[in-house]
């Protein structure tokens, strides 16, 4: 009798808990340095903006440890990163860019030797006039790339026909990635010129294309390897591979092992942040506040280099609708180039830019109406049968917010909070309180579409233990654990028995980055192919010997059951290997029904939506501009939940991730493009005293309706917007206190000086 649960759906713990409590989950700062390992650190640009004349390294290779240094002379293959946009130096040539811009490596016995000696490089650099911000780069008509409007309708005669109309504007802050292990690589020289890079990185195959192109090598040559990640957030995904290729490069120069950590305020100036986003609109509107027409326009911040703007900024576009159907509406998309850090992905990459757009507007609209916010957003849903295409031209085919926000609004009790509310303002003079419900639609695939497939393997040795490797990377989110519970049960073994190792780019080739929300939707998909493969060939083996059909065998609870008899897993898996049967396989997955005009942004770029929303309270100073999230309600759609527990943690995670964005993390770059609030000193994210006594989370219980991995949904990025239901509640707080004049206009993040600035 089968007394074993299945694996998925159950909470199980994180694969690597116990290790990571205990202290004894290595990271690449705790592997075991290999004999002549010596240690690298930058050279950073001091402006914003200025020729390179020279660089003086005298100083330094008089320190005590020095090896070498190395610049951009030193560099044997394409001195410019193999990214698409082919526009960012290895190491700053004839120019800086930016304040922090990496112009070289000091090479030195110890990490601490590096670091001093790399203080006493000179660079002669002419200043040159910076662009800083977005107004600036409008005007001057600075981009990385050129911008991109999609247009569906007549919004133009739709606003002159609106009973109602509102232009206004929004400025929302970038946000450092701030993940516990900072940027680091350790690359290796091995014999006959090959290459063992350990990287901290959400995408190895992409360091293995970026080493090999800086060293002038095939990729063949160059192994990628990552365990593990202390966090991520999008920050690994592309600029993890300035560590990986600045450490190839210093331990080609020296012939030794390089390993390069950066140190918190080094990671804080040289890498990139969420973009900053500026918007002006006009909409038109009916007394319902449904919307009529819509111009907007959205301008990103992007820094020096393209990076990844490009996806970033197109998915904000597809994500100006967030949950509403636009029937006539414009939205230009300008992608501006500053001399500050190249901005890069950040968990949800451009859709809580879009997002926050819509729902500012909407917060704006209600306040005009005199309505309450979710009945105006009520009305603006997207219809099931009508009202159902976005305005790229995607049909919305699975919306459940129809039945998903009255849910959370009764369960969250919002009418009647919403009157105690009315009743605490009324009779509170300083303190002011807010409530507000948010949805969100969130599409999950990569808008890129080559980038949506995914390959594993999965190894049953002879004792009936497995092992899976697949092209994601682990990096806390839980997806080696989810993997692991997919491949248990579709061999029918208990989940202790499977082992998921390392990501590594010698074991499964060409991998996607662990991105867009879809690393269990890929991979996790391609292990259950490669386990269905091997328990195809187990089954046929065992038809063989009771002389049934492949069809009647069962794999369940540690065993193989025929309508012969019952034999353990690892009996049958011993006299298979006996019979020359194979007992390894890959798996290899590509997501279905996707596509999309990437010149006109047309198309199906998402293969579904996630769902949510949040209902969260709020109350502000008006003396002092501090403010507090009192409670938060979240009813969230991931899903058949293949990991309940680590969802939820997800869900959770990302919140407060979003949180911080919208209440305390503000970067402030000075006039001269210096990084003013480049540690945890000055830089503030959410802490434990930040968390609302009232947090809770409810998963929506209904299935994907497409054929996904074990019926789940995407979990990663989708939670991270729900926080704007705290931005629309402080705005809705600090209308109380300014007794409902005009639109309030508060800039994000929402901190004590801005929200006095609105309350003015």
Known sequence: MNTTPRAIGQPHPHESAQAQVAGSAHYIDDLPEVKGTLHAAPILSPVAHGRLNGVDC????????????????????????AAFAHDEPIFAQDAVHYAGQVIGLVVADTALQARRAARAVRPDITPLPAILTIEQA??????????????????????????????????????EHFYLEGQIAYALPLEQGQWHIHASTQHPGEVQHWVAHALGIASHAVRV????????????????????????????????????????????????????????????????????????????????SADLSGPVCDRAVFHADNAYYLEHVEIESHRCRTNLQSHTAFRGFGGPQGVIAIETILGDIAHALGRDALDVRLANLYGTTERNVTHYQMPVEDNILHDLLPKLELSAHYRRRQEAVLAWNAASPVLKRGLAITPVKFGISFTATLFNQAGALVHVYTDGSVQVNHGGTEMGQGLHTKVAQIVA????????????????????????????????????????????????????????????????????????????????????????????IQLWSDGFYRTPKIHYDKTTLTGR????????????????????????????????????????????????????????????????????????????????????????????????????????????????????????????????????????????????????????????
């Not at 005298?58 to 394409?78: E, F, K, N, S, Y």
């Not at 210093?250 to 012939?255: C, D, E, I, S």
């Not at 073994?493 to 499964?508: E, G, I």
């Not at 609302?692 to 998963?699: D, G, I, M, N, T």
């Open 225 to 304: 390897e990552c365990r593990r990640m202390g966090g991520g957030f999008g920050g690994k995904e592309t600029q993890a591979g300035h560590l990986a290729v600045w450490a190839a490069l210093a331990a080609r120069q020296t012939g030794c092992p390089v390993k390069l950590r950066l140190d918190r305020d080094d990671d804080f100036v040289v890498t990139g942040k969420r973009h900053p986003f500026a918007y002006r609109w006009d909409v038109g509107f009916d007394d319902s506040g449904r919307i009529l027409g819509l111009k907007l326009h959205m301008a990103a911040n992007c820094g020096f």
């Open 58 to 81: 005298a100083a330094a290779l008089q320190m005590p440890g020095v090896r070498a240094v190395v610049l951009a002379q030193d560099i044997p293959g394409d001195p410019i990163l």
């Open 489 to 580: 049960d579709e061999l029918g073994v208990p989940l202790a028995q499977v082992r998921v190792t390392a990501s590594d780019t010698s074991k499964v080739p060409n991998a996607s980055a662990t991105a867009a929300s879809s690393g269990t939707d890929l991979n996790g998909r391609a292990a259950q192919f490669a386990a269905r493969n091997v328990r195809d060939n187990l089954a046929s083996f065992v038809c063989g010997l009771d002389g049934c059909g492949a069809g009647a065998i069962r794999f369940e609870g540690g065993q193989v059951i025929s309508p012969k008899t019952t034999r353990r897993f690892e009996d049958v898996v011993a006299e298979a290997y006996a019979n020359r």
């Open 605 to 760: 770029p998402f293969y579904y939506f996630a769902y949510g929303a949040a209902c969260t309270e709020v109350v502000i100073d008006t003396l002092t501009g501090e403010n507090r999230v009192l409670a938060v309600d979240i009813l969230h759609d991931v899903g058949h939940s293949i990991n309940p527990a680590i969802d939820i943690g997800q869900i959770e995670g990302g919140f407060v991730q979003g949180m911080g964005w919208l209440t305390t993390e503000q970067l402030v770059w000075n006039d001269q493009g210096h990084l003013a609030t480049h540690a945890p000193s000055t830089y503030k994210i959410p802490a434990t005293g930040d968390i609302p006594a009232h947090f809770q989370v409810e998963l929506w219980p209904e299935a994907n309706r497409e054929d996904n991995v074990g019926g789940s949904k995407a979990v990663g990025e989708p939670p991270f917007m729900l926080a704007i239901s705290v931005y629309e509640a402080l705005r809705n707080a600090v209308a109380a206190a300014r007794g409902g004049e005009g639109p309030v206009h508060l800039t994000a993040p929402a901190t004590p000086e801005h929200v006095l600035r609105a309350l003015a």
């Open 138 to 175: 409008l005007a001057a008509q600075s981009r990385v790339l050129p911008p991109v409007t999609v247009r569906r309708g007549a919004p133009e005669a739709a606003l002159q026909a609106a009973p109602h109309r509102l232009q206004g504007t929004l400025e929302v802050g970038g946000q």
